[in-house]
């Protein structure tokens, strides 16, 4: 039998190649039935419908609402679409590093470049405004159409225009392969806790992480918190790599099941343990999904791991890609998978899903109990529930808008153009002087704000209006809506440590990119907190995974 790889879609998705498996049909006459029907409809639509449509595109739209009928996992991939599917499977491409988005004025702007790519060895900076490509104008493109044009083979070059405060400033670049780092941060928080940040489960995943911790044990790093929120997830062979990297050789850490035999697959740890012993934290929230819960959900159930957050996507699904004709592709859900207590997490049901319907969550009475290792209580169909739950901090409407209108990017753009350094990411603080001078910025901003206080008392007068209970109480409403209605202002003022959290780590990031954001962003960490405290309280850490604490 030819070697496969497996793969838990991610979010984005990810995806390998992999060979077709097929369960055996039940009634291949009802298959070959639907065959023809589909057909002979497919070429009277397309010969006879009073308008034209295009072949392929009435093919995959066909195809797409087959699909859309399962999960929302199982796709059709174009052959438009393989570069950029495998870009999600590698993390490569070929280009110059950045990440742009198109802005109110129609011009894409360079939001923020990747340290030491070609775009930011050559000067440009997070701010510029893109004018040309290549003597091409840009202005009212796309992000997609600019980004394709900023890509390309690694050794090719491309003359990029930008203005920089009105200045104009044109460079030829040299496109070379970027890697978007699976790994994109790690460091000591202290003198012996160390802090691993994974981002995705591409195929460098396992490899980054085992490097990174080789490191940070050579720094003196005797117990770990390791990052995965906001990770969608990836490549199942590379969740079981990283969970063998703490557990001893011969664990189980997660079994597969599906309709076909072939897809029934037991993982167990082939390795030596990298460290079996160290104390060891995992962060998780609601973004950490599918081979993020692999990694959790084994750790937890093998007693291996704390985990703190907030409970976990809830996707227990495995996905293998399958190639079809004219270098087209499915992604196919061929089974779920199965912690080592033996529960699956999966959170939403699709058996009972129709087209066009949202999956409801699996019910409440058909929730199963299962035990850790240890003999701890943990529950199937919702996710990774953390044994330390951390209260999620809820961002105001107002500083939402800061980011969404760039008046925090506008702002550190200014901010590093006035100052030529910074210290370090952790130590920097955006005094009061410098708040005003945001504020002043942003006072004759046009942007649409408003508190969900005074959105849901529009909707109460809007309701009295209709139902006639508005007559004759007209003043009494405008004297309400005076109250609630939003002071841009004040509210500044009032949300003003959350808006400072978020210039700061938006005006680091000019001088120290990625690896500053992630440093800054400790300051303000409860996640962190809590996995400090629990990591420095032996006795407690302990407790939690022998079941005698409760948290």
Known sequence: ??????????????????????????????????????????????????????????????????????????????????????????????????????????????????????????????????????????????????????????????KLKVDRAGQTIEKTISREEIKIPDVPYSGMIDNEIGYIKLNSFTQSASSEVKEAFTKLKGKGMKKLIFDLRGNGGGLLNEAVRIVNMFVPQGTMIVKQKGRVPEMNINYQAREEATDANIPLVVLVDDGSASASEIVSGSLQDLDRAVIVGIRSYGKGLVQQTRKMPYNTMVKLTVAKYYTPSGRCIQKLDYTTKRAGDRASAIADSAIHKYKTKNGREVIDARGIDPEILVEEKEFSKLAAIVVAEDLAFNYATAYERKHPSLPGAREFKLTDAEYGEFLAMVKDKDFKYKTTTEARFEEFKKSAQKENYYAGAEGEFDKVYAKIKADKMADFERFKPEIKEIIENEIVSRYYYQNGRTENSFNYDEYLVEAIKVLKDEARYKGILDGTVKK
């Open 1 to 158: 039998m030819k070697k496969y790889i497996l793969y838990l879609l991610a979010i984005p998705t990810i995806a390998v190649t992999a060979i077709a498996l097929r369960a055996p049909s039940t009634n291949e006459f009802e298959v070959t039935k639907n065959f023809e029907i589909f057909r002979e409809i497919y070429t009277e639509i397309y010969s006879g419908y009073v308008d034209e449509h295009a072949p392929g595109d009435l093919m995959k739209r066909s195809i797409d609402g087959m699909l859309e009928s399962l999960d929302p996992y199982t796709n059709y991939i174009p052959e438009s679409d393989i570069e950029d599917y495998r870009i999600m499977t590698t993390g490569q491409y070929g280009g110059v590093g950045a990440l742009i988005r198109k802005m109110d004025d129609d011009f894409n702007y360079i939001m923020e470049p990747y340290e030491n790519s070609p775009i930011q060895k050559a000067g440009f900076k997070a701010g510029d405004k893109i004018l040309e490509i290549d003597g091409n104008a840009l202005k009212n493109k796309s992000t997609d159409e600019v980004s394709t044009m900023l890509k390309g083979a690694a050794g090719t070059s491309l």
